[in-house]
């Protein structure tokens, strides 16, 4: 299975890591520079990135996957 992305805030910056991973592998300064990092993370990966929020919500999801279609259910 493919360990999906995070951005998070960490300490008044941004944190990219892998699912289930206690630390992360980068942190960054600004949401803008996570995110790019985290996306060719998922990319790679070919799993979904999940960015969150200061208040530690989901606020955006982008699947990098192969998706199926159409989609289930």
Known sequence: ??????????NG??????????KPAKVTITQKEAINIGKNMAKNRE????VHGRN???RQKNSYGKDPFPPEG
């Open 13 to 22: 910056k941004w944190a990219v890591k892998s699912a289930g991973s206690s």
């Open 47 to 50: 799993s979904e990135l999940l």
């Open 56 to 58: 530690g919500r989901i």
């Open 1 to 10: 299975m493919k360990r999906n992305v995070h951005v998070t805030p960490k």
